[in-house]
Structures are given as C-alpha cells and as structure tokens.
C-alpha cells in the first residue's frame, strides 16, 4: 500500500470523476488510509463505533469480539457482540419508519414483462412483514425454525425473509433456477420446516414452474423421512396478462396454503424478538468441493454492521441514491444488497424478476432511464452478454441518472470493463468491482467510487478491517508484487460463523489449508502498487456466468446415467458466460455414445442441479488421466480444453500417451464450443 502514492502513474489508471469525488464519504488516498488503518489498528473501537448507529436492546455481555484462527489452541471460531440483543429487521425497517420516513419508496419492482409493476413504501413493508410473521407463527414456526424460500425476485420473497428474522426464525433461499433435487437436498439439509415458494414466474418467454418444481421436491422430502407439513404458494402470475400460456398450478389441500387468503387476515403488529447478535440470520448453500453443498451460516449482529458499511461506502450510498442491483435473492449478493445492506442504509432500490434481453437487449437501460437509478451492480457474464448486441440498445436510453456502475461475481476482463465504462457509463461513471463470496457477507475487497484510482480488471483495495494477503503453496506469506492464494488474516463482522451441521468441514476448507488464515479459495496477483487482481479460483469450483459449481457436484449427477463409468468436468473460457463447464466421460462397457445418449447426460444435469450447471460439451473418451493414487488430473483436461500446449509437470500421470489422445479426441469439439 506504501507503494500507491508513487507507483500509480506507471499504469494505466482511472481516478474518480470531480462530481462523484466532491460527494463522496472518502474522496482521497488520506481518508482511506485513516479509515483503514483505524479498522486494522483497533477494530473492535470502529466496529463499536459503526454499532452506535444501530438499535441494540442491550449490550454485549463480555467482549465485542471473540476468536480463534489457531487451530493448535482449538476449534475455529468468531463471535461479535455476543450477548448484545437486536433484532435486524427492526433496524432495517421500524427504525426508519420511526424516524420519519414512513412514506419512502423501498423498493420499486418489476416483472419479466414491463407492465408487471409494484412499489412498496417502508410503512407498507413493514405491515406486509408484521402480517407475514403472523402467519409464520401461526403455523408454528417459532425462534431458530428454519423456513426455506424457492421464490422469484419479489417483494414478497423480501417481506419473507425479514418475517423470519423478524421472529428469529432462520431462512434459507434456495435459488429459483435450482431443480427439484437440489431444492430437496437443500430443504433435507437444513431441516426445513416450512417451505414458501409461488405458482411461477416467466424468464423471458419461458415459463418457469416453480411449484411444480417445488412439490416434487416435497414428495422428494418425504421418502427421505423429512416430511415438510406447510407450503406456502404466493401467486406471482397474477401480473401477468396472457394467463393461457400457463399450465395449471399442482395443488395439495392437505399442505399447501394460498399466501394471499393467509395475509388477508393476519394481524399487521408483531412485535420484533430480541435475539443474541450471534444467533443463526441465515444459512445459504453454496457448492462445496466434495460435491455436497455448504450451508454458510452468517449471524445477526456482525452481519448487519458489514453489510450495512459495505453499501454505504462501495456504493458511496447516500439516501437520494436509487439501487438497482440486477443479483437474484437467492444468492448472498441478493442477501446482502437487495435486502439487508440496502435496507440498513435506508435505500430505495430496484429489483427486476426478468432478464436482461427481453423483451429487448435494452431492458436494463430501460429500467435505469424509469426508475432514474444511480447506482447499478451486476455480473461481467450479463455486460457481456449485452456487449454483443447493438450498442443503439443502450445509447437510446439516455442513462443519465447513473452516477456508478458495479459488478461482482467473477473476474471483469478489461474489454468488458472498458465497454460498460465508456458505452454504458459515458465515462462518467467509476466501475466498482467487487470481490466477495458467499462467506464473507459482503465485500472484501474493492474499490471506493471518490477515492480509488481503477485499473481495469483489478478488485483494487481491501475494503475495512479486511488484511489480505497472498500465499505460496506452503502457506508463505507473499511480500510486494506476487502470484498466489488470496488469504484473510483476520476476522471481521461479516464472515461467515460455521457450516450448519459441519463445523469440522468449516475448519477444513477454509483454515486448514494456510495457517488459520481465511482461505478464500481464489488465486490473485498483487502489482507493484498493492492492487489485488483475482485470477480465478484454485479448488475444484467452476464458475459459470457467476455461478459457483463444484465439479464433485456435476461429476456425481454425470455418474448417474446409466451408461457413465467414469466421469471428469472442468472449465474451459468462454466469451460470455465466462466459463463453459467440459465434461469427459467414459463410458461402461457395452455401450455406444450417441446424440441420445449426449441430450440424456446433458438434460440429467440439467434436472438434478439446474439449468445453469448443464454441460456445454460432453466427450466420451477412453480413459481419464489420473495419477498413481488413482486422483484424475483435472489440472491436465482444463489445459486440454483451453487448447494449451505446455502441460506443466505429468511425471505422475499413470499413462503418458492418454494426453495425446485426449487432445485429439476433444480437437474438433473445441473448435466448435
Ligand atoms: C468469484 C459471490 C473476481 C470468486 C459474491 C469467488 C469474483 C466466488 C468476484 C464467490 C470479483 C466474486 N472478481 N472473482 N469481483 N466476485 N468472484 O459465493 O471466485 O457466489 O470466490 O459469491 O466468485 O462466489 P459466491
């Protein structure tokens, strides 16, 4: 960091515009610096000072923060604020309404179609929520119960979540693109006791049948023991204006419950439960390496206090501010910018239950140019997607609301840096990229809209109380300029406390590997000015348009089809979704692979985890190269897909011609993905 003030004019480097610098929170090198070191130096001083904006019923019975990294004196753990009492949804929507801003629109919506359109004040939120926790109580979910939310982005799937930790009840949101298995595994997991899904909603023209979907899935969880006793189905196709091209809804009188005819007649007062800062917000899965997904356990307290100052200060927030972040709520960046972090800050946002090229490639700048949003965060795999097109799509929306742009979820190549910075943002507007996971709540590292000079492809700077550092393989700390795996040395409010169930697996994936340091599971570079540059992941997680998939995970559904013996999935770049996901399988004896046989093993990845971890190519070959011990080289098939040449050190491989031959073998597809 000592470098920046001199190494900065070496590189290409954009700096904050005068306008964005002269509003902003921090707007020099000085102001980060101070706020930073005051984070490092003593973060339970700045973190208790950010508390004092919030409402706590009572204090931290002992210390403000409590852990170990060091597995040699005992099991891993972090604890802010425990014994101090909150309740999250009271700070993120009586507070305000108590204040005096009962009328300010918090959310604005809007369906896949644009006639499809609902806004919310925070007054009306929170009635929609108090009527909402009613009824969860009523069909008895108490503190601690875990509820599971298959819905589409909506404000309802938002009253939802904060009904549950309005009464201490813990949710978890799965993902409305996953499939009925993994919906099932998900509920199973984390022992779900209630499930609120809706009818369906439309991607486009598709149509996408949620509860469907979502009573497969509960048939699912009764042969697996865990009967599920209530689902709650909100009608999200009541909007719509073509009902004839929606087919008819399953319906089980036994278990299944209208949202609206239960809404209608709850009591809209509910009195907040004053729960521990560090008692379970909520679980959200997330792949794992061995293929069974982690249920990332974040807490109350910390939380609220990351997310809320990552909001404030990434997106340099201020209350006229207008949010649109385009993330779905089922993944943290959903969680934490849609709702908890947005909302703490008091933000009117906008959500969008649709996609970004229909009913045309300029919808996002349509919504902009409405709503007037100053503020939009996305995914590189979405900009790049729209990159393609025309760029009249974007430029006859005038766009001149925005004020900066962010995105988040993968690496953000310079040219597609460079497009939304000079088409989208006219120059105007500082690109925010954001690192972060699903484990760290919110960012970790990023740049600041008035401070922070971009270089196209860098997540920039830690953000506060974050010390990154880089490793080599043996876990030696990296100095200056480097290459290696990006670490966390110290704790902040936000991380991630556990993995349900799995505390052990929590130890072993993310501080066994490096010294009790936080291992994110990424590899980065750090330049001469100590900017971070993420490179992509190093364990077996792929990322396809922003979603993470382990390989475990889509090589045990391959396995599934009759016909698989053997089954390997890498990634191979891709010009939009960033990553393509390449399956290698052998096939068991006595069977002949064929275009059937392909669709079948594509279309059971489709159905067992979902759309977005489909195949892009699948190639029956031989053998898998593997080691002596038996482990494929996966290092070896990603290289093979990525048309490389050098193939690094493969004294260990088993067969040495097998390289050839798979080269050969995979030559044609390649060329054609
Ligand atoms: C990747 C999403 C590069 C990374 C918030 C990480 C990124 C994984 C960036 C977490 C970024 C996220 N630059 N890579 N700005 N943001 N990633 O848990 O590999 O869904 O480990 O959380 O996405 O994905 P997750």
């Known amino acids: 960091m000592k470098s920046l003030k001199t190494n900065l004019d070496l590189n290409p480097v954009y700096p904050p515009s005068d306008t964005i610098q002269k509003r902003a929170y921090i707007s020099s090198l000085d102001e980060y610096l101070k706020m930073y070191n005051a984070s490092i130096e003593d973060p339970v001083q700045f973190w208790e000072n950010i508390s004092a904006q919030f409402f706590w019923k009572s204090k931290p019975a002992g210390r403000f923060l409590s852990y170990n990294f060091d597995l040699q004196k005992g099991p891993i753990f972090v604890k802010w604020m425990e014994g ?13 309404v108590q204040d005096g801003y009962g009328n300010k629109v918090a959310y604005y919506w809007e369906g896949n179609e644009p006639s499809e359109q609902k806004q919310i004040t925070y007054q009306a939120l929170l009635q929609a929520i108090c009527k909402c926790a009613n009824v969860l109580k009523s069909l008895g979910i108490t503190k601690g119960d875990r509820v599971a939310i298959y819905m589409p982005t909506t404000i309802e799937a938002i009253v939802v979540m904060l009904s549950c930790a309005r009464i201490g009840a813990i949710h978890t949101v799965i993902f409305a693109g996953f499939s009925a298995d993994a919906l099932a595994e998900r509920m199973i997991a984390a022992k779900a006791k209630l499930l609120i899904t809706a009818d369906g909603t439309f991607r486009g023209t598709k149509f996408i049948p949620l509860k469907s979907i979502a009573t497969q899935a509960l048939i699912q969880c009764k042969a697996a023991d865990h009967p599920l006793h209530h689902c709650i189905v909100f009608n999200r196709l009541q909007t719509i204006k073509q009902p004839s091209n929606i087919p008819d809804i399953p319906w089980d009188d036994s278990m299944d419950h209208s949202w609206e005819a239960l809404i209608a007649s709850a009591s809209d007062v509910c009195e907040p439960e004053w729960v521990d800062a560090e008692d379970p917000l909520f679980i959200l899965y997330t792949s794992g ?35 649109f972040c385009s993330g779905d709520l089922g993944w943290i960046t959903g969680h934490t910018f849609n709702v908890y972090g947005a909302l703490a800050c008091r933000s009117t946002s906008v959500i969008f239950d649709g996609i970004p090229t229909y009913p045309d490639g300029g919808r996002f700048w349509d919504l902009i140019d409405r709503y007037k949003v100053t503020t939009f965060y996305t995914a590189p795999t979405a900009i790049r997607t729209l990159m393609k097109l025309e760029s009249s799509y974007v430029t006859k929306h005038n766009r001149t609301s925005l004020r900066i742009l962010g995105s988040v979820g993968e690496p953000i190549d310079p040219s597609t840096w460079t497009w939304l910075y000079e088409v989208v943002g006219a120059k105007r507007c500082p690109i925010i990229d954001t690192f972060w996971q699903t484990e760290t709540g919110a960012p970790i590292i990023c740049p600041l809209p008035g401070f922070t000079p971009l270089k196209p492809g860098s997540a920039t700077l830690p953000f506060w109380g974050i010390v990154p550092t880089i490793v080599d393989d043996h876990g030696v700390d990296i100095i200056g300029e480097g290459k290696g795996h990006l670490v966390i040395k110290n704790p902040w409010p936000g991380m991630a406390r556990t993995i349900d169930g799995h505390h052990q697996r929590f130890q072993s994936t993310y501080f066994e590997p490096y010294n ?122 990603r290289k093979i897909v990525r048309q490389e040449v050098h193939f690094g050190d493969t004294s260990t491989l088993v067969d040495q011609n097998i390289i050839d031959w798979l080269r050969i073998l995979t030559l044609h597809k390649v060329k054609i993905s």
């Open 84 to 96: 101090a009492s909150t309740n999250i949804c009271y700070n993120l929507v009586d507070k305000h």
């Open 289 to 323: 390496s061995t293929g069974k997904p982690k249920g990332v356990v974040h807490t109350g307290g910390g939380y609220l206090l990351y997310a809320a100052t990552a909001f404030k200060y990434a997106f340099d927030y201020h209350p006229e501010d207008i949010f």
């Open 516 to 637: 009790g340091y936080y291992y994110t599971g990424d590899s980065a570079k750090r330049d001469a000015d100590g900017y971070f540059w993420i490179t992509g992941r190093t364990d077996d997680m792929l990322n396809r348009s922003g979603h993470l998939i382990s390989t475990a995970e889509i090589e045990s559904t391959l396995m599934q089809h009759p016909s698989v013996a053997e089954a390997a999935a890498v990634s191979a770049s891709h010009a939009i979704k960033g990553e393509s996901i390449h399956c290698f399988i052998v096939l068991k004896n006595g069977w002949l692979y064929n275009q059937m046989i392909d669709s079948e093993i594509k279309s059971i990845v489709r159905n067992k985890l979902g759309a977005f971890a489909a195949p892009d190519l699948v190639y029956p070959v031989p053998a898998l190269p593997k080691v002596g011990s038996g482990k494929i080289m996966r290092r070896l098939l």
